[in-house]
T-cell receptor, first 113, second 113 residues
């Protein structure tokens, strides 16, 4: 089945690193994504990783993928107050309803001064 | 390119009324998706088009919902006889057919009173 889970809340101090975690259940995922949503706004694509990769780095963002444990994480280095938002993990599958994304419920990141 | 555009941004309607939302995708993108997001949840897939063909519909898309993309460019999502449970953010996204990246619009927030 398709199920993506995330912890609901994370608080960090400005300048620290944030790590947002996600688990998924479908091993046929092809791509896994991180989106950011600010209040009242749509979703901004931050980064994505192909399922045959273990890691992807893009400036302050590092994505780690552990396919064996079906675990995805997003690390934000030097977290800033502007990073406060809801972060969604999503997967794109290869089987069944293959063309849409399945999202988690989101992690609310709060960056404290 | 201005990205994915949705109109209106906000809509308040009385229960039982019909509403229609519009999405203009990124111009080179053949695929267009509609998602619904309720408070505190991640987006849920409703339907998607490749060019003008509606290729997939979620079971969430009841008979009161209809989506069109008549010329393979913009799309409309109509909800007939709105119910309070239809109150949500309706998000549109677009992508290339084989593209990994799906880009979202700012959404239309519907409130049914």
């Amino acid at each position: 089945g398709e199920d993506v889970e995330q912890s609901l809340f994370l608080s960090v101090r400005e300048g620290d690193s944030s790590v947002i975690n996600c688990t998924y259940t479908d091993s046929s995922s092809t791509y896994l994504y991180w989106y950011k949503q600010e209040p009242g706004a749509g979703l901004q694509l931050l980064t994505y990783i192909f399922s045959n990769m273990d890691m992807k780095q893009d400036q302050r963002l590092t994505v780690l993928l552990n396919k064996k444990d079906k675990h995805l994480s997003l690390r934000i280095a030097d977290t800033q107050t502007g990073d406060s938002a809801i972060y969604f993990c999503a997967e794109k599958l290869t089987t069944g309803s293959a063309r849409q994304l399945t999202f988690g419920s989101g992690t609310q990141l709060t960056v404290l001064p | 390119d201005t990205g994915v555009s949705q109109d209106p941004r906000h809509k308040i309607t009385k229960r039982g009324q019909n509403v229609t939302f519009r999405c203009d995708p990124i111009s080179e993108h053949n695929r267009l998706y509609w998602y619904r997001q309720t408070l505190g949840q991640g987006p849920e897939f409703l339907t998607y088009f490749q060019n003008e063909a509606q290729l997939e519909k979620s079971r969430l898309l009841s008979d009161r919902f209809s989506a069109e993309r008549p010329k393979g460019s913009f799309s409309t999502l109509e909800i007939q006889r709105t119910e309070q449970g239809d109150s949500a953010m309706y998000l549109c996204a677009s992508s290339y057919p084989q593209g990994a990246e799906a880009f979202f619009g700012q959404g239309t927030r519907l409130t049914v009173v």
